[in-house]
């Protein structure tokens, strides 16, 4: 074999490396599209579901103006004109504001018993579950790309052709806390 032969195996296979390197690069992230795309339909459901427990809540609730009124004020942003990331962070802000919203209504025996409050909990409990569901796979499949961003020598192909980390659906501090409830 001639040094031209071995340079030519070289770069035919350095072609196919870096060929096959971008494609699992862009599988990666089409899952992590994907995976987001699944989790976003949940969290719209749940979305669209909040006007009615607010409404449902506020009759009963008439003293917890504050919770209401943040969980209104995050509903009130335009959601479907947010970035994945933006809606990663608002539906942080927004299960916090639920969980605190859930808390304030444990302390109204009349709503725990009203029939509309209780089939709107059951719609909210099983779209919770499909999100947290859909968050295993998101971030699952995330962290697989984060990974190959980040590996060596893969991290030259992504960073070659611009396939960047994705963010995590992660709680934060102040929801890792217990909420706390006071009258």
Request: hydrophobic share 40%; proline share 2%; net charge neutral.
């Amino acid at each position: 074999m001639n040094s031209q032969t071995v340079m030519l195996v070289i770069g035919v296979i350095a072609v196919l490396w870096l060929i096959a390197g971008y494609n699992k690069a862009i599988t990666l992230r089409n899952y992590v599209r994907e995976a987001f795309a699944t989790m976003d339909v949940y969290l719209k459901k749940r979305w669209d579901l909040i006007p009615n427990l607010l409404e449902n809540v506020k009759g009963y609730a008439s003293y917890e103006k504050e919770v209401l009124n943040k969980i209104t004020e995050l509903r009130n942003t335009n959601y479907s004109g947010l970035n994945n990331s933006e809606k990663i962070d608002l539906n942080a802000q927004l299960d916090l504001g639920l969980s605190r919203l859930l808390a304030v209504a444990e302390n109204y025996p009349d709503l725990k018993a009203n029939q509309s409050y209780n089939m709107l909990m059951e719609q909210l409990s099983q779209i919770e579950d499909e999100i947290a569901n859909s968050r295993k796979y998101y971030n699952g499949t995330v962290r697989t790309l984060n990974n190959y961003t980040e590996m060596f020598p893969s991290n030259l192909i992504c960073s070659v052709f611009a396939v960047k980390r994705e963010k995590m659906f992660e709680i934060d501090e102040t929801q890792r806390a217990n909420v706390k409830v006071s009258f």
